[in-house]
């Protein structure tokens, strides 16, 4: 089967050919250009997975850049220091009589023609283009550890966004069942079985379950404001009820095996490296440096032989002399060995705060999921048998009313606490994947 588009040369009235496996790859292509390109322009109202959330943060992310973009300045450093310095051109003339005379009058008259080529102290060159190549590096750590927080900073807080919207559901889903028990409680205040305390007992609860409802709007601005710092316009977007399959962790050995490969911890080696190449430079300093002088001199008039005068050419080689600044370059090594000192003592604090943060993050992680574990195979289930119990009694006249609405109101926290319970352990989880590398 054949689909024809334009004309075919061998048939001046029918139009070119495309066979049906060009039509396949050209409409994969234009649905793989409709698949990026969407998110971009997601309606206001299309729910916002975390995964969407993730891609919007880290689609150029303004401090990420920065940091990219000054690794590549220090790469662009690395060639400009890897380089001979720009050579000189000279040109003079040499020995002019002034009183009197011309060009050609005294026979050391000359026009001078010079090149200068300086060659830095011993292997300068080299090491600064080898410090400057690990600062790059350093930078671009920095860009990866950014992006690292960046991801669980927007993770935390979409969490935190599906946690009160998932709360406001379950408040405005009960809400009803407290508006009848009130309007039921008012029927039988009506016909003298139940006594007005009953009844203000009903309505205040009902009136702090309106109170919960505004504390949860009051949050939502708070926590969309910080999503907003991450993926600006599309925080306000409505959250998706997906939530993320964090139920298991690798062993602690595993998660600091996987914290030995954390960019920040990559960037603190590559400052030590770049510090101690300072070292290197700073100790080359003591070798002199030096420079190549080549010059030409044309000469005009004739010996008294008649002959033509010679031109010259002239060769030397300068040399510097650093023992005459002996104790400036021991100052600068000095500092140089003070700065590698620093950038060591950085780098092993970083990996013990890392760490201790890994120990920490990894018992809380530990200890949500026992609570929640706890909630799943009893509380919530005796919180709702409790609830239903008291109720029972209240109808048939043997249980008391603030029995029933304690019970109820214990039930709906122990549900809204369970989902902070599981919130709270997907951020701890978050965070364990930035430190060690998981792949959520």
């Known amino acids: 089967m054949f689909f024809t588009i334009g004309r075919d040369p061998e048939h001046p009235q029918s139009g070119r050919r495309l066979t049906r496996s060009a039509l396949i790859h050209a409409t994969v292509a234009v ?32 401090g990420q850049l920065a940091l990219e973009a000054r690794a590549a300045a220090l790469d662009e450093r690395a060639v400009v220091a890897g380089e001979l310095p720009d050579p000189m051109l000279r040109v003079g003339l040499n020995n002019f009589p002034l009183e009197s005379g011309g060009f050609s009058t005294e026979g050391m008259t000359q026009v001078m ?6 060659f830095p102290a011993g292997k300068t060159r080299s090491l600064s283009y080898e410090k400057f190549g690990l600062l790059s590096d ?16 927007t993770q935390k807080a ?18 009803p069942f407290f ?27 009902l009136s702090r379950l309106d109170d919960r409802l505004i504390d949860i709007e009051r949050q939502r601005g708070r926590a969309q404001s910080a999503l907003a710092e991450w993926i600006g316009d599309d925080a306000r977007r409505p959250v998706a009820s997906n939530f993320p399959n964090w139920n298991s962790l690798p062993a602690l050995a595993d998660l600091h095996q996987g914290l030995q490969t954390h960019p920040a911890l990559a960037a603190a080696s590559a400052e030590v490296d770049a510090s101690d190449a300072s070292v290197k430079i700073a100790d080359e300093r003591s070798k002199p440096s030096w420079a190549l002088d080549i010059g030409y001199g044309y000469r005009e008039g004739n010996l008294p032989n008649g002959d033509p005068r010679s031109d010259f050419v002239t060769v030397g080689v300068t040399a510097g002399l650093p023992f005459f600044r002996k104790k400036s370059v021991d100052s600068t090594l000095t500092a140089a ?3 590698r000192s620093a950038a060591k003592s950085s780098m092993l604090r970083l ?32 919180a709702q048998g409790q609830a239903e ?52």
Do not use: C
């Open 138 to 153: 350093q930078m671009s750590q920095n860009a990866s550890a950014r992006g690292r927080s960046v991801r669980t900073a």
């Open 113 to 118: 023609v010079g090149y200068r080529q300086a």
């Open 158 to 175: 979409w969490l935190e966004l599906y946690f009160l919207d998932r709360a406001e559901t379950l408040i405005r889903e009960s809400r």
């Open 337 to 339: 060995l003070q700065d």
């Open 179 to 205: 508006a009848d028990l009130a309007e039921i409680t008012r029927s039988l205040y009506a016909v003298g079985r139940k006594t007005q305390q009953d009844v203000l007992r009903a309505e205040l609860e």
């Open 389 to 440: 119990a008291a109720l029972l009694a209240y109808q048939s006249d043997a249980g008391d009313f603030a029995d029933v609405m304690r019970s109820y109101i214990g039930y709906l926290n122990a549900q809204i606490e369970h989902i902070r319970l599981s919130v709270d352990r997907a951020q701890s989880y978050a965070v364990l994947a930035n430190l060690a590398g998981l792949t959520p």
């Open 31 to 62: 649905l793989a250009i409709i698949v990026i390109v969407a998110p971009a322009y997601a309606r206001p109202d299309t729910p916002l997975t975390l995964a969407a959330a993730e891609d919007l943060a880290l689609a150029a992310e303004p």
């Open 351 to 382: 990996e013990r705060e890392l760490g201790s943060q890994l120990e920490a993050e990894h018992a809380q992680w530990r200890e949500l999921t026992r609570r929640l574990d706890l909630y799943d195979t009893q509380i919530l289930n005796q």
